[in-house]
């Protein structure tokens, strides 16, 4: 304390800033180190623990809000009395600075809606201000997602992490494909050509859709799902099971398919299907329509 007390006086002299106010925020930043060190320690211990990454995740994450937490109050406690000034003192700062305090606050307080609302959680899938992804991570300022979509085809990852403010929650429109339900609707284009014998076609479709691993055990999930959700959302489905429409064109006919997946399934579902499809034409079951 007395070598922070003789750099405290030392500063003083030469910013002409009061010697208890720097002596506060050397302290300040010791606190903030000292809690650094120590989550930098957990992180390294919970690397090599033999859990699983899921649970390591989230019990570090834990553990970080818990010391953030802290060591906040410790730095409340410790300004005290001092607090009253230095918001006096802040009070005087140019507008410039004001303004990027007051993103700060807003980023800070979104945070705290988005702790007590959950409009999304670690690992849902979203999109907002056009970005889509996985959310991998929340701070008190913003959140993180891994990238997933336009660049590549077929909603797989980009392997980039994109950084959001807090404050978009309440700026930009935001889409969860898994808040509620885990399920959304994918749909697959067949096309045949006009003499097709259609109810055979369509038969055999509705074969490789109910024998989908991935696909035979979403109706039943999804049902009791809806039931849970029905008391806050007004949703309802007529029907859960997959399903095929049919659209006649001037060339030839288009037959949809369409069923429930997991939006991280999506991709691999679609893979499967397609191959059976291929499958099925090669065998010459189905007449695929080949545009010229």
């Known amino acids: 304390m007395i070598y922070i007390q003789d750099l405290s006086d030392y500063i003083s002299k030469i910013t002409g800033i009061d010697s208890e106010y720097i002596k506060l925020t050397i302290l300040t930043i010791l606190v903030f180190l000292f809690f650094g060190i120590i989550k930098a320690i957990i992180k390294k211990i919970y690397a090599n623990l033999p859990v699983n990454d899921k649970k390591k995740f989230f019990r570090n994450r834990k553990i970080r809000i818990i ?19 230095l918001i006096t003192l802040i009070s005087f700062i140019s507008a410039g600075l004001t303004i990027a305090i007051r993103e700060i606050i807003f980023n800070f307080f979104a945070g705290m809606y988005i702790n007590i609302n959950r409009p999304f959680e670690i690992e ?6 056009d970005v889509m992804g996985d959310v991998i991570s929340k701070h008190a300022l913003s959140f993180e997602i891994l990238e997933i979509g336009k660049r590549v085809y077929g909603e797989q990852s980009t392997g980039r992490i994109i950084h959001i403010p807090n404050s978009y929650i309440f700026t930009k429109t935001l889409k969860n494909y898994t808040k509620v339900f885990k399920y959304i609707w994918d749909e697959i284009k067949v096309d045949i050509t006009l003499e097709s014998d259609i109810k055979k076609t369509e038969e055999i479709l509705y074969e490789i859709l109910f024998d989908n691993e991935i696909l035979k055990e979403i109706p039943k999930k999804m049902e009791d799902a809806v039931d849970e959700a029905i008391l806050e959302y007004r949703i309802y489905y007529n029907n859960l099971d997959p399903i095929i429409y049919i659209k006649i064109e001037r060339s030839h006919i288009e037959m949809y398919l369409r069923y ?12 499967e299907i397609n191959m059976r499809i291929m499958e099925e034409y090669k065998k010459g079951n189905i007449d695929l329509y080949i545009k010229d």
């Open 67 to 85: 010391l953030t937490v802290v060591s906040f109050i410790l730095v409340f406690l410790l300004w005290g009395e001092k607090l009253s000034g």
């Open 124 to 129: 849902d899938r979203i999109e907002i201000d």
């Open 260 to 271: 429930l997946v997991h939006p991280k399934k999506a991709r691999d579902v679609q893979n």
